[in-house]
């Protein structure tokens, strides 16, 4: 990798306006798809350019950098953030406090999203080994395959699930993944 190269400062520079352009398109409360499409574009587009001027390692760098811009403007918004107006909790003798509600919902999503999803994601990935495995792939690049795909599905569930406000589609979103995969996996076991 050159020092100076100028598709990599490119690919650089794309991944952090992607980053700005979607902040401010998820940012505004009606989300206008055509600037959320604008953001995904360059993003693509930092991914292409990287990629072109250092394959891999350009695309790594490119990705640092929107990760960079992500982490900063997370941050910013954050630490800008207004803190949250709520009247105080009701409270009688028959309702449990609302502490211990929240931290309740909080319990079932976390376990719902971090070993829910990792099964799921698993599940997902060996049913993509099975299924290359029978489309000819040989067995190793079939299991690295599946390697590489698991944090891939479980970032990918966990965004899904997250943006789920119902428990029932969380599950049914589980579920489906499970689904899924079950038939790939059995006649990939057989």
Do not use: K, N
Not at 11 to 22: E, I, P, R, T, Y
């Amino acid at each position: 990798m050159a020092a100076g190269s100028p598709l990599l400062w490119l690919a650089c520079g794309l991944g952090v306006a992607a980053v700005g352009v979607l902040r401010q398109a998820w940012s505004r409360p009606r989300r206008h798809a055509a600037r959320v499409a604008l953001g995904w574009a360059l993003l693509l587009a930092a991914v292409i350019a990287g990629g072109r001027q250092d394959g891999a390692w350009g695309i790594s760098v490119a990705a640092l950098a929107t990760m960079a811009a992500a982490v900063a403007a997370l941050a910013l918004a954050a630490a800008t953030a207004p803190p949250e107006r709520r009247a105080p909790p009701r409270r009688d003798a028959t309702t449990t406090p609302v502490a211990d509600r929240a931290f309740g919902r909080r319990l079932v999503t976390f376990l719902l999203v971090i070993p829910g999803g990792f099964a799921a994601a698993m599940a997902v990935s060996l049913g993509a080994e099975a299924l290359a495995t029978m489309s000819g792939w040989a067995e190793a690049d079939a299991i690295v395959a599946a390697v590489y795909m698991v944090p891939l599905a479980w970032a990918g569930l966990a965004t899904a699930l997250l943006m789920q406000a119902d428990r029932r589609h969380q599950l049914a979103t589980l579920l489906a993944c499970g689904l899924v995969a079950a038939p790939l996996l059995l006649v990939g076991a057989g």
